[in-house]
């Protein structure tokens, strides 16, 4: 990973929001990275939201089996303060920040500029309807540097939706924001193809 020099030659870390739709490996990129630090004799803080227990309360997984435990964030906990409490470490890590609130986002935020620690955030744009989701907005708004990790429909177009679909297969356009699930909830497509998918449910 590349770090950015000031003016005075000082190696600065930054703020890192690695987005994409579901299936566009976001997970298995989240802990390739980890490895990459940890090859290197870095220690990694990889955290992820409670929310988030779809494999486990503290565990992360890729759809392509990598995993690796995780430290499990509450959604009252104050991230920068709970970072001052553990081990010294190289690199933070986040998997499916779109779950973190506003102010969480805000205190990996301090942690960069304080600690000067980098942070790579990685998870959803927006949810089933199109809407960002409060974590995503907020490193949209305050991120170094933002990356999208692309996947495509079934029709060969850039999937930038996260299509929900019940258990029939069909496109839904109803229910809670946070439905947490895997293949057989989710599916990614172009924004044309949830169009006309939802048009026919109507």
């Known amino acids: 990973m590349k770090t950015t020099l000031d003016t005075h030659g000082v190696i600065m ?8 739709a579901m299936g566009s490996s976001k997970t298995a990129n989240a802990l390739i990275t980890k490895f990459n630090y940890e090859e290197r004799g870095m220690r990694v803080w990889l955290i992820k939201p409670s929310l988030d227990d779809r494999d486990g309360a503290d565990t992360v997984r890729s759809r392509i089996g990598l995993q ?3 430290f499990v964030v509450s959604k009252d906990m104050d991230i920068y303060e709970e970072f001052n409490k553990q081990q010294p470490c190289h690199a933070i890590i986040a998997d499916e920040c779109q779950f973190f609130k506003k102010e969480q986002i ?16 990685f998870g959803l744009r927006t949810d089933f309807l199109t809407n ?6 907020r490193l949209f708004e305050i991120a170094d540097s933002i990356t999208e990790i ?14 929900r679909i019940n258990g029939n297969g ?7 924001q946070r439905l947490i699930g ?16 939802t048009k026919s449910q109507d």
């Open 182 to 197: 895997g293949n057989d909830s989710y599916v990614a497509m172009c924004h044309k193809c949830w169009k006309n998918a």
């Open 150 to 163: 692309k996947t495509i429909c079934s029709c060969g177009n850039k999937a930038i939706v996260n299509a």
């Open 13 to 20: 870390a930054k703020l890192y929001f690695k987005y994409g």
């Open 106 to 121: 805000d205190q990996l935020r301090k942690i960069v500029d304080d600690l000067d620690v980098p942070v790579l955030c």
């Open 170 to 176: 069909k496109v839904i356009t109803t229910g809670r």
């Open 68 to 70: 690796s435990k995780a």
């Open 132 to 137: 960002l989701f409060e974590g995503s907005r």
